[in-house]
């Protein structure tokens, strides 16, 4: 079992603004990131790593907040496939997130929490905020970026848009652009937080409000259906009771998978900020790299025809189903970049890249190893 | 185009407390529903049909709140598959619902509305009420039950439990049982209602209040979700935007499947009552066929072996995917009972039983015609 590595939480103020896809400007950037292990003097082993939507830069060392394991411990430590004996990884926490960045709960100029008047975001502007970082941390050219989900979807827009700036491009369990069941589900969510009162348009920070807790809870239940398989789902909890011998004839919770999801829900309220959630989600969903090409997919991935990439799916995704990561692969051939491309076999549908998943241990290890 | 039918708009009052499967009483129970064609003097061509979840008696008749065709007015009429220039057709709101059938919005027999008064009733008990009123019309035979999605499952609690009351069973796009899938999705919706300030633990009627429409309108965006495939919704929507010719950088409704959403779930508020769907969705999930039957659902069909069944499953539905049609048949098989099994193909998802899908219509007309 992996354990909590020591890490360096670091805070890095961005020197410049930010200019952001809507044509705004985001002033006073804030980026929180951890670091592990040694950075080499030529600084040539470092690799970066993007998290996912509700992840963070805890990826191996014990969340402040939950005090649970990094979120990719079994990955990434001494020995572990993104070996931190050998490479100096960093994550940092995605701009408009909730763990340190700056994002909508951060004070606007004006002194007050920026709330719903925080620009709108972009996958590009969460990696050019990092780029901007890279760039302060004295850091040309990284040995590799790495992300699941849409940790995924920024690797691939840091190849498109920054394509001399990483060796190594991982994009697992993600997708070139959100489909429109994508957009739906993340819809479902944001409309659920919108319709808590105590959303209050934004407005929740401060004055003792809790925030629109039961709508994010809501928004979490049904984002985590898509998370797993139908058959995982099954597997996990069937028509299993919640510790009791008979149905209640009730609305408790009397199925095991009532329990979970509503657990689920209720724990993420405690770590995740509602419009950090709103802010997100809406990114993900503008995400389309053919689009910003104008178009065809290959064009964006036109000035990284010298990186190598490795693309993963999962036979279980139906969230970034294995056809997602074959427009990808298709669009890298192209355009004659070096790819490897497999889909693994897993039980555990989209949250595959986070679980227990050896072939895909192997597979990490061998491309950023 | 099947234009609205002149059809019986009826009640009936059951003449006797109705037993439920939670050991309860259910007092006082109204069935309202439509009658289309006439009754043949033996009473021998009546077809009885289930509606869905959100359905109504108005197969084929305007819907007197909406305004808009009976949902299954393509499929339900004179020269139509199911013909009512010779079957007399009988549709009933089923109980727990909100169209006239007795449901949490009636009054109690203290005078004030159940709410979460009524009773958790199951799939059994909605159709037990039908038998009841069947045996009070003198209806001791039917032609036919038919039912898609939900009407499906009461189709088949039909054919398992009064088995000598249909001669034909035709089950559209159901399944046997509520996955672990199912009942999650099922579970986001009540907790969307039930986190509805107006929801008011239940008690919402009368007073002025206007329920948890806001609630309820996002649980009817997620369950929305799983009624279409993820191919359909692309074809359909797409990442096309809605009435505008760029991305707003807000949160409005950008994508045309935002918009699409947000305006199915806030039309089904004008005609449905937020208690009814948590009752509902409870019977759907509790629903368990072979568990009923001690475990094994071929037994749940031991005594309706001679009853002539169709089972029918869309190769795109992923709410009720044809591998839950298959147990159903295979079960069928175990005790000899007569049954075709199609899966037809359809780009519509689980909806698909609801449109235009002529292959469904020629089966239906084959089996019952």
Redesign the interface.
């Known amino acids: 079992m992996a354990t909590a590595l020591a890490s360096q939480l670091n805070t890095l103020d961005l020197a410049s603004p930010l200019p952001l896809?809507?044509g705004?400007v985001l002033p006073n950037v804030r980026l929180a990131y951890e670091t592990y292990g040694e950075m080499a003097a030529d600084r040539g082993n470092v690799i970066l790593i993007f998290h996912a939507l509700t992840g963070d830069q805890f990826v191996a060392a014990t969340h402040p907040i939950t005090g649970k394991p990094g979120w990719w411990e079994r990955m990434v430590g001494p020995g572990l496939p993104i070996d931190t004996s050998r490479y100096h990884v960093i994550c940092a926490n995605i701009i408009g997130g909730c763990m340190g960045s700056t994002g909508p709960a951060d004070l606007a100029e004006d002194g007050a929490p920026y709330a719903?008047r925080f620009?709108?975001i972009t996958i590009r502007d969460m990696v050019r905020a990092q780029v901007a970082m890279l760039d302060q941390l004295g850091i040309d050219r990284l040995h590799a970026v790495v992300g699941g989900s849409m940790g995924g979807m920024l690797a691939l827009s840091f190849a498109a848009n920054w394509p001399g700036r990483a060796d190594r491009v991982l994009a697992i369990a993600t997708t070139a652009?959100?489909?429109?069941?994508n957009?739906?589900?993340h819809?479902?969510g944001?409309?659920?937080i919108?319709?808590?009162?105590d959303w209050r348009g934004g407005d929740y920070y401060g004055g003792g409000g809790k925030g629109p807790e039961?709508?994010l809870?809501?928004a979490r239940?049904?984002a985590?259906?898509t998370y797993?398989s139908?058959a995982g789902?099954?597997e996990?909890?069937?028509?299993r009771l919640q510790d009791r011998d008979a149905?209640s004839?009730?609305?408790d919770?009397d199925?095991q998978?009532?329990s979970y999801?509503?657990h689920q829900?209720i724990a993420f309220t405690n770590r995740f900020d509602a419009n950090s959630y709103?802010y997100i989600t809406?990114a993900m969903?503008?995400f389309?790299l053919a689009?910003e090409a104008g178009g065809r997919l290959a064009d964006a991935f036109a000035g990284a025809s010298a990186t190598r990439f490795c693309v993963i799916s999962f036979d279980t995704d139906?969230l970034y189903p294995t056809a997602e990561s074959r427009n990808i692969v298709h669009a890298l051939n192209a355009v004659a970049a070096p790819v490897s491309f497999v889909e693994l076999s897993a039980p555990f549908g989209h949250d595959s890249f986070l679980l227990d998943v050896p072939a895909l241990d192997r597979v990490v290890k061998g491309f950023v190893g």
Do not use: C, N
């Open positions: 896809d809507s705004k719903m620009p709108v652009r959100h489909s429109a069941q957009i739906a589900f819809e479902v944001r409309q659920a919108m319709a808590d009162p039961k709508g809870s809501v239940m049904a985590h259906i797993l139908e789902l099954t996990k909890f069937g028509r149905k004839f009730g609305f919770a199925f998978v009532e999801l509503r829900g709103l809406r969903d503008y389309d689009e139906w």
